[in-house]
């Protein structure tokens, strides 16, 4: 960056420009009103007798001598004025330029540390002196931003590592299952089939889990809204439910007064109960779900009940986490991929509603949602 285009040099230079200005037009001012007054007044004499001070006036040689002292004065006046626009243009700039170093300083400092960011240390704070002033707030700012920033590296860090991992163990299985076909050409068709169902499991598997980062992609941008019956809702969710339940003693109960609407997505609302559900269905333990929507002065309270073992108090926290699993190995033979509950969470919120497990219930798991 060069020197003129600095906001330093702008700044002293439009403050010596206007402090020159001023300067300029008081010394017209006044040179005018000398002017004025020299060649108006005309000079009295004093004389001092014993009762007090007399002036009488003068004669014209004695005029005109004075009125030319006057004129030379004038003179004098106008040409130091002159003489000091130039010294007084040249130290109003550097002390403009002195003040305002000393005033953005603290830019330079957040300049340097910018530079010196990294993915590895984007979180750290600038330290400053809080004095109040807006380059203050623009460093608080600035810092605020620099831990929102980190935060999302690495969760997107987070996200790949995990994303790799959860594709690779049934990539892993399809490869060592296709190789020990091909190894071996004396395998019957009885012993290549369970090796065949082994692959397919593990193709639904990608399949499900890239369907559910597409949908946490589409999350991140705006959505559809349309006026939505609730009850309606809840019953089409049950109606959907019903297909995973391969116990005849399982039950869904939806307890929805008539009346409850709604602004929302309805496949993505749809898609947010279901995925609680379908967790009480496969991992509960329990034979029953119970749905009810309830009027708040918030908005409307959806809470979703199990009769099941419940949510361990260490898993309680981290269930909303993206590839959160409980139990990891009963979740991959039931093709649960860890992002249920943190895709519920997100549509919750694209919805401006709240979702959090209520861990005061001892009788199973309790999700409320409000909306």
Avoid at 40 to 68: A, M, Y
């Amino acid at each position: 960056m060069t020197f003129t285009k600095s906001i330093k040099f702008k700044m002293a230079l439009w403050c010596s420009t206007l402090l020159l200005a001023f300067s300029l037009g008081f010394l017209l001012v006044v040179n005018i009103f000398l002017t004025q007054y020299m060649k108006s007044v005309n000079p009295l004499q004093p004389i001092f007798p014993k009762g007090g001070i007399i002036f009488r006036n003068l004669d014209t040689l004695e005029i005109e001598l004075i009125q030319q002292s006057r004129d030379k004065d004038l003179d004098n006046i106008r040409l130091l004025s002159l003489y000091s626009i130039l010294p007084l243009a040249i130290f109003s700039f550097i002390g403009g330029y002195f003040i305002a170093e000393q005033t953005l300083n603290p830019l330079e400092n957040l300049k340097d540390e910018m530079l010196r960011k990294q993915s590895d240390n984007l979180g750290e704070d600038i330290s400053y002196e809080d004095t109040g002033d807006e380059i203050s707030a623009l460093i608080k700012s600035f810092n605020s931003m620099s831990k929102r920033l980190a935060l999302s590296f690495k969760s997107q860090k987070e996200f790949v590592e995990n994303a790799s991992h959860e594709i690779k163990t049934p990539l892993a299985i399809i490869q060592a299952n296709l190789d020990t076909a091909l190894a071996d050409k004396r395998l019957t068709k009885s012993e290549v089939i369970p090796l065949l169902q082994e692959c397919n499991r593990s193709v639904r598997f990608m399949n499900k889990l890239t369907e559910d980062l597409l949908l946490l992609s589409i999350l991140g941008n705006g959505i559809e809204k349309e006026k939505i019956d609730l009850c309606d809702l809840l019953e089409e969710v049950k109606s959907q439910a019903a297909g995973l339940i391969k116990d005849n003693s399982f039950g869904i109960e939806v307890n929805c007064k008539k009346g409850y609407e709604l602004a929302g997505n309805k496949v993505l609302l749809a898609r947010a109960f279901l995925n609680i559900i379908e967790n009480s269905i496969k991992y509960s333990g329990g034979n029953k779900v119970m749905i009810e929507a309830v009027r708040e002065k918030k908005g409307i309270k959806i809470i979703i009940r199990d009769n099941g073992k419940g949510i361990p108090k260490d898993s309680a926290e981290k269930i909303f986490d993206r590839f959160y699993r409980i139990d990891k190995s009963r979740s991959r033979k039931t093709g649960g991929s860890g992002l249920g509950l943190s895709i519920t969470k997100e549509i919750v919120k694209k919805h401006d509603g709240e979702i959090f497990l209520n861990d005061t219930n001892s009788t199973g798991a309790e999700f409320i949602i409000t909306l």
